[in-house]
């Protein structure tokens, strides 16, 4: 079975310093999509970046950076120059292959939430 | 605009009513799916359906339907409604396939009494 672990509930971050949130994950897929969601207060859920398993090199967005390291199982976002409009929940999820059964599902880690603070 | 629309946003019920939260996607998507999300335990997928008229459950079907008549609707139906069912619930869309982001509606709020 997967199943994404993200081992801190909260964070905390000053305005402009660089943040990473962890992600582990466990599964025995070959192919397999790391994806980070942003979560405010306000409720929506927010597409950040994607990281394929067969991705050779490292997703980039912007200010998000996925730094994937495939032999650890892990998927950590980093946040360089955190604003104040970052403070938010953070989850990282994982969505299985189409032809590896499991109905291409995304399955998600609890989360972590980030206050950047002035 | 392309988005994932959910009726209602917020829904105050008593047990045992039974209530529709419509979802509906304008993405021409094939993939949709039902979330639930609850403090702690982050989002948990109720159902899917990988196109119109194939739906399966997800990690906790339990109390729920669904039906998929067609492509752009995936609405949620729960017969008899209970407190524990009291949560944020997410309909999601998307292309088939690893590298496909879902896109999210914006969040049921449902209240169970």
């Known amino acids: 079975a997967q199943k994404i672990t993200q081992t801190q509930p909260g964070m905390f971050v000053q305005e402009k310093e660089a943040v990473t949130l962890d992600c582990t994950y466990d599964t025995s897929d070959p192919s397999y999509g790391l994806f980070w969601y942003k979560q405010p207060s306000s409720g929506e859920m927010i597409f950040l970046i994607y990281?394929?398993?067969?991705?050779?090199q490292n997703a980039t967005e912007g200010r998000y950076s996925l730094n994937f390291q495939k032999a650890r199982k892990s998927a950590n976002l980093v946040i360089s120059a955190s604003q104040l409009g970052d403070s938010a929940m953070y989850f990282c999820a994982m969505r299985r292959d189409l032809f590896t059964g499991g109905g291409n599902k995304l399955t998600f880690g609890t989360g972590t939430q980030l206050k950047v603070e002035l | 605009e392309a988005q994932v629309t959910q009726n209602p946003r917020y829904l105050i019920t008593v047990t045992g009513k039974k209530l529709t939260v419509t979802c509906s996607q304008n993405?021409?998507?094939?993939?949709m799916s039902w979330y639930r999300q609850d403090p702690g335990l982050g989002l948990r997928q109720i159902y899917y359906?990988?196109?119109?008229?194939?739906?399966d459950k997800g990690d906790v079907p339990e109390g729920y339907k669904v039906s998929r008549k067609e492509k752009r609707n995936f609405p949620l139906i729960l017969e008899s409604p209970s407190p524990n069912q009291t949560s944020l619930y997410f309909c999601?869309?998307?292309?088939?396939?690893?590298?496909?982001?879902?896109?999210f509606g914006p969040g049921t709020r449902l209240t169970v009494l």
């Open positions: 359906s990988m196109n119109v008229e194939v739906t």
């Open positions: 990281q394929g398993s067969y991705d050779q």
């Open positions: 999601a869309s998307s292309f088939s396939g690893t590298n496909n982001e879902q896109f």
């Open positions: 993405m021409n998507h094939e993939y």
